[in-house]
Nanobody, 121 residues
Framework: QVQLVESGGGLVQPGGSLRLSCAPS????????MGWYRQAPGKERELVAS????????NYADSVKGRFTISRDYGKNTAYLEMNSLKPEDTAVYYC??????????????WGQGTQVTVSS
């Protein structure tokens, strides 16, 4: 049973920083990609950032470019989201997203339980 172990998040003042981490547990994995989505009250879930294992390419939402950085520790199968210059509009529940290759082709998508990030003075 694959589970995603998330950590980080919390309350921070505008302009502050937080770091999220995420790692799959419960087996041996071939990771296709890792990333985070977020969902604010009354809004749809949106992609924040993602990183592809094959070539290390990254993708960011326009609203976080230049402020957030996603990275991987390949030895630990862990992804990190460094969030700097946080704004009140970054307040949301952040969900880790991991795509794992299947042995016979294709992939499966897994979600973390979500962690609250609140940016407020």
């Amino acid at each position: 049973q694959v589970q995603l172990v998330e950590s980080g998040g919390g309350l921070v003042q505008p302009g502050g920083s937080l770091r999220l981490s995420c790692a799959p547990s419960g087996g041996i994995f071939s990771i296709k990609s890792m990333g985070w989505y977020r969902q604010a009250p009354g809004k749809e879930r949106e992609l924040v950032a993602s990183i592809v294992t094959r070539d290390g390419s990254t993708n960011y939402a326009d609203s976080v470019k230049g402020r957030f950085t996603i990275s991987r520790d390949y030895g630990k199968n862990t992804a990190y989201l460094e969030m700097n210059s946080l704004k009140p509009e970054d307040t949301a529940v952040y969900y880790c997203n991991v795509e794992l290759h299947r042995v016979m082709g294709g992939y499966d998508t897994y979600w973390g339980q979500g962690t609250q990030v609140t940016v407020s003075s």
